[in-house]
């Protein structure tokens, strides 16, 4: 009922710059928290940064300062601007969003988008 998908994903040189976006789309009746997430290879999925419906933002601690996360709710897109990247940034980057479907029940879910690559190499 509900796709999330990410995109902007790619190969960037160290101190680089990438933009990823994340849409949503079905049915849709309102996004509550959206979140991007990261997963590097052997390690554990990490929470990267989080925004209310009201725009409040969260960071963990090694992005902060790089990267900024925004959204556009009347395109229920979520962003995420990635500056001065480091190797330490490669990972697949995961969207999340807690969403209302548009529903007699108002269904509240929690989704994820399918992932894209993002790899800081020289």
């Known amino acids: 009922q509900v796709q999330l998908v990410e995109s902007g994903g790619g190969l960037v040189q160290p101190g680089g710059s990438l933009r990823l976006s994340c849409a949503a789309s079905g049915r849709i009746f309102s996004i509550e928290g959206m979140g991007w997430y990261r997963q590097a290879p052997g390690k554990q999925r990490e929470l990267v940064a989080t925004i209310t419906s009201a725009g409040g933002t969260t960071y963990v601690d090694s992005v902060k300062g790089r990267f900024t996360i925004s959204r556009d709710n009347a395109r229920n897109t979520m962003f995420l601007q990635m500056s001065s990247l480091k190797p330490e940034d490669t990972a697949v980057y995961y969207c999340?969003?807690?969403?209302?479907?548009?529903?007699?029940?108002?269904?509240?879910?929690?989704?994820w988008g399918q992932g894209t690559q993002v790899t800081v190499s020289s």
């Open positions: 999340n969003a807690r969403i209302t479907l548009a529903t007699p029940t108002l269904t509240v879910n929690n989704y």
